[in-house]
Structures are given as structure tokens and as C-alpha cells.
């Protein structure tokens, strides 16, 4: 009967990472994954490692920064390994507040000024006489770096179960003994929820975590260099990749599990990217789609162990999956394998809910 050291629940970026370095420090993986690794909200990010925001909670803002300094580094090894690449930019972001109040902005304050005329750095906005702050941040293609990870954890050998949804978590003599998916069981001595907006659905803990829609588009630019820099507004952003790909979003929805797109906010998007960029009008809709991002209740994650040994969650990272994908992995590595985290853990533990 084969055991690993460590089963891992859900295949987007956070189980990935997490199961790349478990793997770095010699533990045997499995990731079982309800669908197909990947395909989830990680799929559907934009890829925003915004760093320094208004709507970073105070408690995130250490493990933000970190994450982002760990990108560089992250990514480098991923493309090394997997031969993927990742299209990680370091552009920055143009940031333009609403007309009626020019000297707020998402994350900013006055004096974080751009480094030049905005119609010198980004001469496809209508309106180059607004009112704008730089950001030293950068984005990454999620399905690209999601692709990566798979492909790495795979050389890494890590094991993979997909299409069979973990319903439960099982315990054996007071502490973990592996998960009981809709087919088998699998045996392992730990355990680490990592099932983004169905974390909650596991017995023998409702975590609440919910899924919370996002819709987007993609638009293809005639040319490649019509954005040079990430552009966010209280409209709408755009995250510009390096073959010329425009990401246009994005909603916050409490709408359940229901991940169809809707033509009538689809079509608002678009207005709203044409109405910054008129060049957009020219551009081709490539795709439209949405996707669910595990939300909490106090808009924290929950990383850290539960009061069953061997159990570990790390979910509920909302809009900032991608960004966190590193820190986490390397925090969780260290609890699962008896270290002192680097960063206190205290704010997201899964004990500040009632199970």
C-alpha cells in the first residue's frame, strides 16, 4: 500500500508551489485535484503581483512583500526547469484615480508620481493629461506559470490523482492518516487543504471559505508595444503580456459556483478598456471567461495547521493567489516539516474559525 509523506488537496498555483518545495527538501507528494491541475482560479488570475495595496489587509502586507521578492528567483527556476516561459514584467503599473478625486489612488499617496509625462510612457491613453501614480510592481502570465509548475512538479516527481474530488480527511490513532476521495483512499501521515473556494466542502472541517466570481476578456492588440506598462482605473485594468495579449478585468461577484460569463459585463469591460485606449477598438476578443477565487470572511488566508496533527491548510487567498504563491509554500514547507515559520502565521490560523 504505497504513502507519502504528504498529500496535497487541489492542484492550482498554491498546491504547485507547495509540492515543489516539499519536494526540495525530500518529501514524497501527492496532489489530488478535484479536476484538472490548474484549471481553476489560477487559471483565470490576471497575474497582478501588486505588492503595496489600499486593499491588502495590514496583517497580509509582510507576506505581500515577501512573495514579491521571491518572484525574480521563483520564476527563473520554473523556466529553467520546465522550458516554459513565463513572461514575468517589470514594466510597472500606471495607476489612475478617479476624476473626482485625483490624489487618491489604489495603494498610493500623493507623491508616488510617474517618472515621466504619461503621454511620453503610455501615448495609447485618451486621456494623457490625468492625473496618474507609478508603481514599481510587476505581472506575470498565471496560465504560463501554472503550466511551468505543473511540468516542474512532474520532473520533481511529484504524483498526481486527478479527477477525483477529496471528500473527506481521515484519522487514524488521534492524528492524520490520508484522504478519502468520491473513488479510493489515499495514505499519507500529512495532509494540506489547498482546494481554493471548495476548501470548506472536506469533512471534517467546514473552513469558510466561498467562491467569489471574477469575469475577464482578452484582447489582441495589432501591436505588440500598444501598452507598455500594467493600467488600472476604478473602470477597469489592463494587464499588457509580451506577445501582444491585453487582459481586460475584472468583477467581484457573490455568485456561487456559477463560472458563465455574462455578455452585458463582458461588453462593459471592453467599452471601459476602449475608453482609456482607444486603439482598442481595432483589437480582436480573443476570449471571455471567469473564474472563482476562494474569499474568507475577514479577506485573510488560512495558512497553518488545525487542531488534528498532521492536518494543514493554506486557502482562502482571494485575489492574491498568484502573488502569494511562493511565501506560502515555503511557510507551509516549514511547519509540515517541524520548523519555526519565518513569518508568524498567527493572523490566518485556521483555529480563528468555529469548526
Known amino acids: 500500500m504505497r504513502n507519502w509523506d504528504v498529500i496535497i488537496i487541489g492542484g492550482g498555483i498554491i498546491g504547485l508551489s507547495l509540492?515543489?518545495?516539499?519536494?526540495?527538501?525530500?518529501?514524497?507528494?501527492?496532489?489530488?485535484?478535484?479536476?484538472?491541475?490548474?484549471?481553476e482560479a489560477s487559471y483565470a488570475a490576471g497575474g497582478m503581483l501588486v505588492d503595496c495595496s489600499f486593499e491588502t489587509p495590514a496583517a497580509l502586507q509582510p507576506l505581500a512583500t515577501a512573495s514579491a521578492r521571491m518572484y525574480p528567483e521563483f520564476v527563473h527556476e520554473l523556466e529553467l526547469e520546465s522550458g516554459i516561459k513565463v513572461d514575468l514584467r517589470d514594466q510597472g503599473a500606471i495607476v489612475l484615480p478617479p476624476p473626482e478625486h485625483p490624489h487618491e489612488s489604489s495603494g498610493l499617496v500623493p507623491g508616488k508620481v510617474i517618472p515621466a509625462s504619461l503621454a511620453?510612457?503610455?501615448p495609447a491613453l485618451w486621456e494623457t493629461n490625468r492625473p496618474a501614480f507609478y508603481l514599481k510592481e510587476c505581472s506575470v502570465d498565471p496560465r504560463a506559470?501554472?503550466?511551468?509548475?505543473?511540468?516542474?512538479?512532474?520532473?520533481r516527481d511529484v504524483d498526481f490523482s486527478s479527477g477525483d474530488a477529496v471528500i473527506a480527511v481521515n484519522q487514524a490513532?488521534?492524528?492524520?492518516?490520508?484522504?478519502t476521495t468520491t473513488k479510493t483512499?489515499?495514505?499519507a501521515s500529512n495532509v494540506v487543504n489547498c482546494a481554493g473556494?471548495?476548501?470548506?466542502q472536506i469533512a471534517p472541517y467546514a473552513f469558510p471559505t466561498r467562491p467569489v466570481k471574477g469575469q475577464m476578456l482578452c484582447l489582441i492588440a495589432r501591436s505588440r508595444r500598444l501598452l507598455k506598462h500594467v493600467i488600472r482605473s476604478p473602470e477597469v485594468y489592463m494587464i499588457p503580456r509580451s506577445d501582444g495579449r491585453i487582459?481586460?478585468?475584472?468583477?467581484?461577484?457573490?455568485?456561487?459556483?456559477?463560472?458563465?460569463?455574462?455578455?452585458?459585463?463582458?461588453r462593459r469591460l471592453h467599452r471601459a478598456a476602449i475608453a482609456l485606449v482607444p486603439e482598442l477598438r481595432?483589437?480582436?476578443?480573443?476570449e471571455d471567461w471567469a473564474g472563482l477565487r476562494p474569499g474568507t470572511p475577514d479577506a485573510l488566508p488560512i495558512l497553518g495547521a488545525t487542531t488534528t496533527p498532521g492536518y494543514y491548510v493554506a486557502t482562502g487567498h482571494f485575489r492574491d493567489g498568484i502573488l502569494l504563491a511562493p511565501i506560502t509554500a515555503y511557510l507551509m514547507a516549514q511547519l509540515i516539516q517541524e520548523e519555526n515559520p519565518s513569518h508568524d502565521l498567527t493572523p490566518f490560523s485556521p483555529t480563528r474559525f468555529p469548526n
Do not use: C, M, Q
Open 282 to 286: 481595432n483589437a480582436k476578443i480573443l
Open 19 to 39: 509540492s515543489l518545495e516539499l519536494r526540495r527538501r525530500g518529501a514524497s507528494v501527492l496532489v489530488v485535484e478535484r479536476g484538472e491541475p490548474g484549471r
Open 173 to 179: 490513532d488521534g492524528r492524520v492518516g490520508g484522504v
Open 145 to 155: 506559470l501554472t503550466a511551468a509548475a505543473l511540468k516542474t512538479a512532474k520532473r
Open 120 to 122: 511620453e510612457l503610455e
Open 185 to 187: 483512499k489515499f495514505h
Open 197 to 200: 473556494a471548495w476548501s470548506g
Open 247 to 266: 487582459i481586460v478585468g475584472t468583477t467581484v461577484e457573490e455568485a456561487g459556483y456559477d463560472k458563465r460569463t455574462d455578455i452585458t459585463t463582458i
